[in-house]
């Protein structure tokens, strides 16, 4: 296996077989992750992650100082799971681990406590038609007349393991097992088969819903385990060739990354509405001979966005880009571009708050910029990316507070 480690916006040179692979993964995924120049890879914008094609394994670490790519496995484990444990998978990369083979060890460790505390289930309500009583009369079933015919029709309860979540995890330990070596192989055979009385279900990745990964029962163990199992149905791209594996990835916009998950971050307070439209709304229409085009805008954050009135408490925008005001002069902290946009947003908007959110090393107050005569306040706003996950999002949060008061 040849292994490289390279940063955010480059290329890499590899061998010419796994260049082929490379090609019929380019066509299958539209070319969504990286382009081909003779046997160079060549990575789009701001993607990061991992990726395996054949025996050529690439790493590809952000572009900035802010952060590392754990934090990018973390963030992304936290948009899907919104989950602070102590025990979550996202804090488990924060300590530094991430990537595929962190996933299938940690996997079968937490798989392997669970089965060993015990499956549970859920009580499910059955009906079925017998000629003696076996539960509850069903009387909205109960026909007199048919009885003789179809039997009495009776209602239980029935408690069975065969549940969502353990169908879920029961097809993460299927699609491991032809991608580890023996050794991993034969401990998830062993636990595949306290999983021989669980169904076999197709798993459309693009259909998961968060909702199926939710465990409500006394096995402290099903949380984590539906977490990982999650990364690997969701987030694991595989494709396999006669048995062995051809290629697979984890791989992300660091820049849609960044902001999608600052936006979890503040849409999981009660004290204020966070939210970001579905789809752009339009400011202009451009008008050439015949062509008509239209212009949108879509902020990445609107505190308290009231539709009717087009209008919010607040507007931010959140901003990929490391954020050191301690080695720059200040005026040159904050790009010029960032701020007339903000400018625009408070306009259209009806707001005269808001402010740029960046990833830092440290922590920094959010720093004030006053506009004109004095009516419009915008605020340089960032998150200490070197802090645990829950101090990091507690520090935003009330940031955010002090600043729409």
Partial sequence: MEKHVIAENSKIRINHTDIEIAKELLEETDGAYFSIDGENIVFKPYIVGEIRIGDTYILIN??????????????????????????????????????????????????????????????????????????????????????????????YQNYDINTRYNQLIKSAIKKMLTQVDDTSKKELLHIFEYYKNIDEVIINED?????????????????????????????????????????????????????????????????????????????????????????????????????????????????????????????????????YQLLFYFARLKTSVGGLIYPAKKRYEPIRMVLGDYSEEMFFVSIDMSKSLKDRHDTLINDIISIIR
């Avoid at 299938?104 to 009583?133: C, M, P, R, W």
């Fill in 207 to 339: 259909l998961l819903d968060k909702k199926d990964f939710v465990y409500y029962g006394t096995n402290p163990h099903y949380d984590l385990a539906l977490e990982y199992a999650y990364a690997i149905l969701k987030n694991l791209k595989i494709k396999y060739h006669n048995g062995s594996i051809e290629y697979y990835s984890f791989l992300y916009n660091s820049n849609n990354l960044f902001e999608e998950y600052i936006l979890v971050i503040l849409k999981s307070e009660k004290k204020f509405a966070a939210n970001k439209w579905m789809s752009p709304k339009p400011f202009a229409l451009i008008e050439h001979k015949s062509e008509e085009s239209i212009k949108s805008y879509s902020p990445d954050i609107l505190i308290n966005y009231v539709d009717s009135l087009n209008g919010a408490l607040a507007v931010f925008d959140v901003k990929n880009k490391f954020f050191n005001p301690d080695t720059v002069k200040l005026s040159d902290s904050v790009n010029n571009g960032d701020i």
């Fill in 62 to 155: 952000p572009r900035h100082e802010a952060y590392g790519i754990s934090d990018i496995f973390a963030m992304a484990t936290y948009i899907d799971t919104g989950s602070l444990n102590s025990s979550s998978l996202a804090n488990n990369y924060e300590s530094g681990d991430y990537g595929v083979e962190t996933i299938y060890v940690e996997f079968i460790a937490i798989v392997k406590k669970l089965v060993n505390y015990g499956l549970t289930g859920d009580f499910q309500t059955k009906h079925n038609f017998s000629h003696s009583v076996s539960g509850d009369l069903d009387f909205e079933k109960y026909v007199r007349q048919t009885v003789p015919m179809t039997g009495i029709p009776n209602v």
